[in-house]
């Protein structure tokens, strides 16, 4: 089998920012197979609220926003949740502030050695941002179990979590609106299932990791992205679960989440 460590470092390093097309941040072996599918002429705020705010054609993707193939420290967690693509929320307003550009390079180069919140979304200090209200919503009654259980405090809780926590995206680049049947042949498409079928669903085998799959799961399995044999640390969302992915407690999602955390508690 292919040495884990060495795997998710090629997964990281092809994500060095070097790697991206001209000024874009769209990684030069995915530029060819997107340049139609694009939004032109934004770069930033300004040009966002200027040329695209009112523009129906949502379904491109943002090319001058930092890509999010995972939000995490994929070296030291254990808890892993896919989803299809990052969503957009005015994030060019974010991304002009330094230290959400300064955290979202770091989080791509995974230079997280630092970081009490390396699931940054989780850090108090980003709580106004789109990701960080979406994430919190989800992750919320987690939060607050933990900090029952565990007698931490509200920030304690989640600092706990953010090191246990990856999310990742089958394709990184942010848009309102996506259909990933169109792009299961991207590089970095290619590059996150060999990520996921090297590295994480073998550690679900052993009882290292958890994965939650929140959408298209089947698809995935029929587009050999993800096995179609499966095992009881591999949570794949069906029907109506889908819609809200919930990670309540009474999720399934939310249920082996918290089994997670508190086991590698006692570890």
């Known amino acids: 089998m292919n040495n884990p460590n060495t795997k998710t470092e090629d997964f990281i390093q092809f994500w060095n920012s070097s790697n991206f097309y001209g000024d874009t941040k769209i990684h030069k072996e995915d530029y060819e197979s997107l340049k139609n599918h694009l939004v032109e002429g934004c770069r930033n ?13 949502d379904t ?17 967690a254990k808890i892993f949740i896919l989803s299809l693509n990052p969503g957009f929320d005015c994030d060019y307003y974010y991304e002009n502030i330094s230290d ?3 955290t979202l390079e770091n989080n791509l180069s995974q230079n997280l050695s630092n970081e009490n919140f390396p699931f940054f979304v989780l850090n ?23 900090m029952k259980k565990l007698k931490f405090s509200y920030t304690e809780s989640l600092s706990f979590l953010s090191k246990k926590i990856v999310a990742l995206e089958i394709v990184p680049y942010h848009s309102k609106r996506f259909s990933y049947s169109h792009f299961q042949e991207l590089p970095s498409v290619k590059k996150i299932s060999e990520f996921l079928n090297d590295v994480i669903i073998p550690g679900t085998k052993t009882g290292e990791y958890k994965l939650i799959i929140l959408r298209k799961g089947k698809e995935l399995q029929e587009k050999k992205l993800i096995p179609k044999t499966l095992n009881k640390n591999i949570i794949i969302y069906e029907g109506m679960k889908c819609l809200g992915a919930s990670l309540g407690l009474k999720s399934d999602g939310g249920k082996a989440i918290l089994k997670k955390l508190l086991q590698n508690l006692k570890e």
């Open 45 to 57: 705020f300004n040009d966002y609220i200027s040329n695209y705010i009112d523009n129906p054609q």
């Open 124 to 146: 108090p200090a980003f709580s106004w941002t789109g990701g960080a209200k979406y994430w919190l919503k989800k992750l919320n009654p987690i939060i607050c179990e933990v």
């Open 60 to 76: 491109k993707f943002h090319s001058y926003l930092w890509p999010s193939p995972y939000c995490g420290d994929l070296r030291n």
């Open 100 to 102: 959400i550009k300064k």
